[in-house]
């Protein structure tokens, strides 16, 4: 479809599985999940960490972990690589993602392409009632890489990144953009998510009825979300006419670098690696000097 031109709006959706290879571990993977290695925060249960009202009485564990987590210290991965090249050569309609690392943006992807569908650390605001006072990204960065808890200097509260905990609603923009966006979509790509979490995962559903849907996982899911929008992979539900979900079960660099060989991309897609770590490193020269 990519080499005919029958696909050029194309969607990819990405959940914490593109950003495993570069060391953030993802939530749910058994054994080397966050949610695994969290005894050390002593949490009553795992996804209290990313609960409001949990970090509205105990927020240290929750800045612990944004320390390890913080944007600007990993290598994207040949995931977000290839979404960079989808991007690059206009095929890209946008790219959700439910991960708070920014890797697509430091891959190039420029922000208006990307719908961060849980948030972001590049803004934070007061949680304080009546407040919300904005704070920059700087400032809160300051603060987490000290050990500080930061407190909003109007009222007191904690301030917390504008990412979307459980509890809280998503941002303004996921809601501006879905509707157009997967009405016009012509081809969806789904990349490394459990499909847990909603609304983002019932998003499969909402693409034209006869849209191809492509599964990049390392397990099968998606098979039940969303009323009968869930994949189909064995073609149980759909006519032959509309069978048109696929899964690629393994691991989504792998799948990419296989894309890319096969689109002829492999080329551009070494070279935008090559060209991440000559800037990252000529960053690193001008910032010891
Ligand atoms: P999840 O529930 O942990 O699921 C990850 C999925 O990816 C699982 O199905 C894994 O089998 C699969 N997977 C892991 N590694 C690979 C790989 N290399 N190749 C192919 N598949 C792989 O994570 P979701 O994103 O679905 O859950 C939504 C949460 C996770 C969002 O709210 C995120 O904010 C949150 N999260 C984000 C990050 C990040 O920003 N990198 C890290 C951890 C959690
Ligand atoms: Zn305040």
Not at 34 to 49: D, G, M, S, W
Not at 100 to 117: N, Q, S, T, Y
Not at 217 to 229: A, D, F, L
């Amino acid at each position: 479809m990519i080499r005919s031109g029958a696909a050029k709006n194309i969607i990819v959706m990405a959940g914490a599985g593109i950003s495993t290879s570069a060391g953030i571990p993802d939530f749910r993977s058994p054994g080397t999940g966050l949610y695994a290695n969290l005894q050390k925060y002593r949490l009553p249960y795992p996804e209290a960490i990313f609960t409001i009202d949990y970090f509205r009485k105990q927020p240290r564990p929750f800045y612990v972990l944004a320390k390890e987590l913080y944007p600007g210290q990993f290598v994207p991965t040949a995931c977000h690589f290839f979404v960079q090249l989808l991007a690059q050569r206009g095929l890209l309609l946008r790219h959700y993602t439910q991960n708070i690392d920014c890797l697509e943006r430091e891959a190039g992807v420029e922000p208006g392409l990307i719908v961060e569908a849980h948030g972001s650390f590049h803004e934070a605001h007061c949680i304080g009632s009546g407040c919300g006072k904005g704070f920059p990204q700087d400032w809160l960065r300051e603060h987490i890489f000290d050990d500080r808890t930061p407190r909003c200097d109007e009222c007191g509260s904690l301030v917390k990144p504008d990412i979307t905990f459980f509890g809280e609603g998503l941002p303004v923009r996921f809601f501006e953009l879905i509707e157009d966006d997967f009405a016009a979509c012509d081809l969806l790509i789904v990349m490394g998510t459990s499909l847990q979490v909603q609304p983002f995962a019932s998003l499969v559903g909402n693409v034209g009825g006869s849209v191809p849907r492509l599964l990049i996982n390392r397990e099968r899911v998606g098979e039940t979300v969303g009323h009968s929008g869930g994949f189909d992979f064995d073609g149980k539900r759909s006519a032959d006419s509309v069978h048109r979900d696929a899964l690629v079960l393994g691991d989504c660099d792998d799948a990419c670098l296989l894309f890319a060989e096969k689109l002829g991309w492999a080329g551009e897609l070494a070279s935008l690696r090559a060209a991440f770590t000559v800037r990252k490193g000529l960053e690193a020269g001008a910032g010891a000097s």
